[in-house]
């Protein structure tokens, strides 16, 4: 694997080995401090994070390599002059061994790797993929859950834009007796290629009108954050679901509760010390999946 622009590359095998070193990297952190020594990644960022691109940057520097980077690349890199992705590619790739780039289009990890010489890293394009978080909402899946085959799993909040999403169904949808209930307001709906998938993998897919429609003994709850900085109109009010212990008084003591962050009044701050809550503990495995992939996609 010498890059990673969608999730269909993440299958079975790859996230099991993928997995398997996050886990490794985790109870033995020293092992792997000096393991790109020498090597330089950069990451070009053109739209806003927190967890996605400090993650990144901190697997980085724990792996020994070092780091370039740019942090508002709409506004501070040659993006702003009207340089186009591939252009800034062919550039970057002169100065890093490994470019990780998250931009608002959907094409552009794809064009980025058509130019490129050095490994490309997707960490988002757009409302299409966001295939380092499905990388490692299985792996919180799986480390939580203890298996990935017969999960049941809720799909909450935008499901239209939210990248997340589409990324974790293409990622779901290679394992066994997954089923998928998804609530959301209906124009923020899951667009019809993520139906197909599921159908044409035999997943089972409820559209859910309520938590009532929502099986009391689910796996998982996926909460996601809408999307406003994509929508057509932003002053549209969209229907939102959100999580308060009321609601999760309904679900059962193995129903974790993810969410790829950030979270924006979708999940009460009163859920915080439920044990069900796992995001936080979420968002720290994105530290361990990316080391464990940046390993990976330089071979070692
Ligand atoms: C998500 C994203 O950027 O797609 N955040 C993340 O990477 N953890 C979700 C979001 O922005 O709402």
Redesign the pocket.
């Known amino acids: 694997m010498n890059n990673l622009i969608g999730a269909a590359q993440l299958t079975r095998d790859v996230i099991e080995q993928l997995c398997t070193l996050a886990d490794d990297i985790r109870a033995n952190p020293s092992n792997y401090s000096k393991i790109l020594d020498g090597k330089i990644i950069a990451t070009i960022f053109y739209e806003p ?1 927190t ?2 691109r400090l993650s990144f940057e901190s697997a980085i520097l724990r792996l020994g390599a070092r780091l370039i980077s740019t942090e508002n690349a709409n506004e501070s890199s040659s993006g702003k002059k009207g340089e186009s992705v591939e252009d800034t590619i062919r550039i970057v790739q002169g100065y890093a061994d490994a470019i990780v780039i998250r931009h608002s289009d959907e094409e552009s990890s794809r064009n980025a790797a058509k130019v490129a010489t050095v490994p490309i890293i997707n960490a ?1 394009s757009g409302k299409d993929e ?1 295939p380092t ?1 499905a990388l490692l909402d299985i792996y919180t899946l799986r480390n939580c859950k203890g298996h990935l085959d017969n999960l049941s799993v809720a799909l909450l909040g935008d499901l239209k834009y939210g ?2 999403t589409h990324s974790l169904i293409k990622v779901l949808s290679q394992y066994d007796n997954i089923s998928i209930y998804a609530l959301s307001d209906d124009r923020l709906a899951l667009p019809e290629e993520y139906i197909k998938i599921m159908q044409d993998n035999n997943m089972k897919y409820v559209k859910c009108n309520s938590f009532e429609d929502i099986p009391v003994d689910l796996d998982a709850i996926y909460q ?2 809408q ?1 406003k900085e994509r929508f057509e109109n932003s002053d549209v009010e969209f229907k939102s679901y959100d999580l308060t212990p009321e609601v999760m008084n309904r679900f059962s003591d193995n129903t974790i509760i993810m969410h ?3 979270r924006v009044g979708e999940i009460s701050t009163e859920l915080d010390n439920d044990k069900r809550a796992v995001f936080f503990e979420q968002a720290k495995n994105g530290l361990y999946a990316r080391m464990a992939l940046l390993c990976e996609v330089f071979g070692k």
């Open positions: 994070s967890r996605t988002g966001h978080q990248r997340t996601t954050r999307q790829p962050l950030p």
